[in-house]
């Protein structure tokens, strides 16, 4: 009897534990599905900024605005704690991130004021663009080296 007891309380422990689960991998989705959508953008950018691919001032000015809005996204429920890398399989989100919360802040923000800040310039010429997507890039590899695992 005391087996199905215990068999019992884990069925339950699951079966309310499965909505919090759910509920966070939808999260790491959202969150990937937000860094793919940066991806495309810089693609873009990256590639005309590098001479990849030629320069076009409304395309470059559109990855800029999206990427600006992008990062506008409220982000409060695409990071909860426990969806680190060492929990889940399908991230790569560094536990560091929850454990440094304010400067994983900071670097997001630093990351917001670059994309302003390359919206404002990315239609005025490749000249305008470099250096603008450079600045940008450096905040991505700032957070991406201490908060994001290696593939």
């Known amino acids: ?15 309310l534990a499965a909505p919090a689960l759910a509920q966070d991998m939808n999260a790491v989705q959202a969150r990937q599905g937000q860094f793919k959508l940066y991806g495309h953008n810089l693609a873009v950018l990256g590639g005309m900024a590098q001479g990849r691919m ?21 982000q409060s429920r695409l990071w909860p704690e426990g969806t680190d890398s060492s929990a889940i399989m399908e991230t790569r989100a560094k536990a ?6 304010d400067d994983f802040t900071a670097k997001f ?43």
């Open 54 to 74: 030629d320069y076009d001032a409304e395309m470059a000015q559109t990855a800029a605005d999206n990427m600006f809005h992008l990062t506008r996204h409220d």
């Open 1 to 15: 009897m005391a087996f199905f007891k215990v068999i019992s309380g884990a069925a339950l422990a699951v079966a």
């Open 96 to 101: 560091e991130i929850w454990e440094n919360l």
């Open 109 to 151: 923000v630093a990351l917001q004021e670059a994309t302003a800040a390359l919206q404002g310039v990315a239609g005025n010429g490749l000249d305008a663009l470099r250096p603008a997507v450079g600045a940008m890039g450096a905040t991505c590899g700032a957070c991406h080296e201490v908060y994001r695992e290696e593939s």
